[in-house]
């Protein structure tokens, strides 16, 4: 058997759930990160988003550029942050990512970048606050759906809309069949719609 290589590590960190920015020749990856060492079950309470860049012409020598999003203390994301996606709008890169809180609520957070480096997070607030059901169509009736985690925004506005997906609960259906998929839609990527 071929032996396994891995495209990417960091030293003393567990990686997962990543996701891209493409910015001319560079490849920005963005991922969960939390220390390699430790109890796995607790790992949840301390994820950061991580970043490296490689070459898009390579995609095997990443450069490791250290944590862009963490928890903070005292705010509504103050346990740990879990996927996002990012997205170029009017000029600058915008970040959502889930975050939670250990007050249980949380919701979708964002962030705001002029060059992919350096990330600001905005608001004192979720852009999406997880503890309000969202309603949407689903197989000619209307659901009421629980937004769970990992929103992605499709990289392009289509028809002057971004689109996003997010992993859901459907409220009204049986607990082995309720998990799906809620696509929301914005102009501004602050104020979003169930569609």
Not at 73 to 85: E, L
Not at 88 to 95: A, N
Not at 114 to 122: I, R, S
């Amino acid at each position: 058997m071929p032996e396994h290589k891995l495209a990417y590590a960091v030293r003393d960190t567990r990686i997962n759930d990543s996701w891209y920015a493409f910015d001319g020749d560079t490849v920005h990856a963005f991922y969960l990160q939390y220390p390699a060492h430790g109890d796995l079950e607790s790992c949840w309470c301390c994820q950061t988003v991580g970043h490296s860049v490689c070459s898009i012409r390579d995609l095997t020598s990443w450069t490791d550029c250290g944590t862009v999003l963490a928890p903070l203390a005292g705010t509504w994301n103050d346990k740990g942050i879990a996927t996002g996606s990012t997205v170029r709008h009017d000029g600058k890169w915008y970040m959502i990512y889930t975050g939670n809180s250990h007050s249980g609520e949380g919701g979708f957070g964002m962030a705001v970048s002029e060059d992919l480096m350096h990330w600001e997070k905005l608001l004192d607030r979720p852009v999406i606050d997880r503890s309000r059901p969202v309603t949407a169509a689903y197989m000619g009736r209307t659901c009421t759906c629980r937004l769970l985690a990992d929103p992605y925004i499709y990289p392009e506005a289509l028809g002057g809309y971004y689109f996003m997906y997010v992993n859901a609960y459907i409220e009204e259906l049986p607990l082995n069949r309720r998990g799906g998929q809620v696509i929301l839609r914005s102009r501004d990527l602050f104020s979003w719609e169930a569609c």
